[in-house]
């Protein structure tokens, strides 16, 4: 079956969508490729560090005790990275360790530190990869997926994943997925990021029925290693 594959560069990366076009209008699959990278953008724009309209940037510059209006995107980043902290026993912390923050009954964003910094870098992406999905489901596809730089999140198909050996070069075959989602992070030499304290693994593929978690998670290994975050993946 013939599948449309558009890309364009986000969350600093490209971000892929492909949908298959079967009885689906060229159209129609255009509009709902273009709607979907819509929606990543728009995730792109409010939780970036380096934007300084994003509610990222404006909760940086908040004074301490301020609620902050936020997106809806950026407070279902916020809502999983609670929830993730607390079943995490804190390894997963969008502050790393800078200070405290919290949503209030009305869903702003609460400063309750002056030095708290926030990078939503460990799990925006895969939110991201989640939302473009939930478009694409909205238009009653039988099938796609989204891939972003290591975030790949599938629906409806058999799709193969190769990790790439970022040290030796090449890739290998991991596993194959289908209607779920697959995060890789690299933490060792010449990695765009790192983790403080990172201990154990370096490099890190979780998968997970959404892309945010298994985003998330492959932070947690790093730190930990497989045993001790076994509570957490299960």
């Known amino acids: 079956m013939t599948t449309l594959r558009r890309a ?15 009885a689906l ?7 709902a490729v273009a709607d979907a ?8 724009r409010v939780m970036s560090r380096f934007d300084p309209d994003s509610d990222v940037s404006r909760f940086h510059l908040a004074e301490v005790g301020q609620a902050v209006r936020i997106n809806r995107h950026t407070r279902e980043v ?13 390894l997963f912390d969008v502050a790393l360790g800078s200070g405290l923050w919290d949503l209030n009954a009305d869903g702003d964003w609460l400063k309750l530190d002056a030095q708290v910094q926030v990078d939503l870098g460990g799990i925006a ?19 796609a997926r989204v891939h972003a730089g290591g975030d ?16 030796q070069g090449g890739v290998q075959r991991w596993a194959e997925i289908e209607d779920g989602a697959v995060a890789t992070s690299y933490f060792g030499p010449g990695a765009r990021s790192a983790l403080h304290g ?30 001790t975050s076994a509570p957490c993946l299960q």
């Open 152 to 167: 790949v999140r599938v629906m409806g198909s058999r799709v193969p994943i190769d990790l790439r050996d970022e040290v």
């Open 125 to 143: 992406k895969g939110y991201a990869v989640d939302a473009a999905m939930g478009v694409l489901l909205s238009r009653e596809l039988n099938a």
């Open 198 to 227: 990172s201990r154990c693994a370096r490099h890190v593929t979780v998968a997970a029925p959404r892309c945010a978690v298994a985003d998330a998670l492959t932070k947690v290994v790093a730190q930990v290693g497989l045993e």
């Open 78 to 90: 916020l809502e999983m990275a609670l929830l993730l902290h607390h079943q995490t026993g804190g």
């Open 25 to 31: 209008s060229m159209a129609c699959a255009n509009q």
């Open 8 to 22: 364009q560069p986000w969350l600093g990366t490209l971000v892929e969508i492909g949908v298959p076009l079967g």
């Open 37 to 44: 990278f819509a929606v990543v953008g728009q995730v792109h």
